[in-house]
């Protein structure tokens, strides 16, 4: 941390920051030049509020150098995270889909779609039980009769299942039933809800918050990490902007963002990002294109009449033809599928 003083700031206000800073354990190095008062802080920085310094007299910039974020820090360890579901890798050099119906609706639906999404190449099935909706009086999802629905499809098809998690008290359940925890962009800061994913040792799938920066997207995976759990899966799933021609702003570029800034895995969730089936295997293939770990991909069997997300589910024809193009995006960038 850098912190530059006013021109004219007072020698006892500049003795006042330093006491500051030395009180909470720090060391506060002079790097002054002619004109202005400049120190460089060196210690642990994560705990203070920068904003709190700025409010002290005669402070005129406070700079982090370090990201406030440590564990998910590419900084601090070597090599890429590889998460482990039932022998599935979703990280480090491997193309991880996910895909299913946006909500779990009947048996028939999730057996009907599970097996075809598994034959064109999915590793991964998804599905929502517990559903977060914007109204309601819309479909509020099947509940725990919805989690038996994918357990039993895991059974007939092998695939691991991933499923949205939105209350504490449903963490026992979800560790002992589900593959991998999903976190929804609404929950994304609910922080009771993501000590007590951290406190599981499963994996998590921790999706963008729809108006969060990337610093506070990692900072919600160091809340996963810090509570113990090392195995953070992050999905790119778009962003409110003032664009409303899509659902949301499909943000491509955070893959990027996230990967040089951390060793977690990153996936791209393009049916939540754009909102419309016709731009899905289009992003999707952007998004193998520009270094993302994998997808996730709303699927179903009979999309007009889906009971959620219909607009924005592929059937699984179309579904077998994304995969398609998305493997020869693969060759190309060299990623194993
Ligand atoms: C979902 O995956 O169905 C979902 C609700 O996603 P998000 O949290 O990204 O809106
Ligand atoms: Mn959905």
């Known amino acids: 941390m850098i912190i530059k003083m006013k021109l004219n700031a007072k020698k006892e206000e500049i003795e006042h920051v330093i006491e500051i800073l030395e009180r909470r354990g720090l060391k506060v190095k002079d790097a002054s030049g002619d ?9 642990d920085t994560t705990k203070i509020d920068i904003r709190d310094i700025e409010a002290l007299n005669g402070v005129e910039k406070v700079t982090r150098i370090q ?37 779990v609706e009947s048996r028939h639906q999730i057996s009907e779609i599970s097996r075809a ?19 309601p009086y819309s479909f509020q999802g099947m509940g725990g009769e919805g989690l038996e629905i994918l357990k039993e499809a895991r059974e007939e098809t092998g695939m691991p299942i991933v499923t949205e998690l939105m209350a504490v008290s449903l963490v026992d359940r979800f560790e002992k039933d589900v593959d991998i925890i999903q976190i929804g962009a609404r929950n994304m800061q609910n922080y009771d809800l ?8 499963k994996p998590v799938l921790l999706k963008r918050g729809m108006s969060s920066t990337i610093e506070e997207w990692l900072m919600a995976a160091e809340y996963i990490m810090a509570g113990g759990n090392p195995n953070v899966i992050l999905c790119e799933r778009g962003i409110r902007t003032f664009e409303n021609y899509t659902r949301n702003t499909l943000d491509l570029s955070a893959v990027l963002a996230v990967k040089r800034l951390s060793h977690l895995p990153v996936i791209v969730d393009p049916s939540h990002g754009t909102g419309k089936r016709w731009m899905i295997r ?3 293939m952007a998004a193998a294109a520009v270094g993302a770990d994998g997808l996730m991909i709303e699927v179903h069997n009979d999309p007009e009449n889906a009971l959620s997300d219909g607009a924005q589910s592929l059937t699984p024809e179309e579904f077998h033809e994304t995969v398609a193009g998305v493997k020869r995006i693969l060759t190309v960038v060299g990623k194993k599928f």
Do not use: W
């Open 35 to 43: 004109e202005y008062s400049v120190f460089g802080v060196i210690g």
């Open 67 to 103: 990201e406030p974020f440590k564990q998910v820090n590419r900084a601090f360890k070597s090599g890429d995270t590889v998460v482990d579901v039932r022998g599935v890798k979703i990280g480090g050099g491997n193309f991880t889909i996910m895909a299913g119906p946006c909500s």
């Open 117 to 135: 999404v598994s034959k064109s190449g999915a590793h991964i099935l998804r599905g929502g039980a517990y559903k977060p909706r914007t109204s």
């Open 194 to 201: 993501l000590k007590a994913v951290g406190r599981t040792k």
């Open 282 to 284: 289009d992003m999707a």
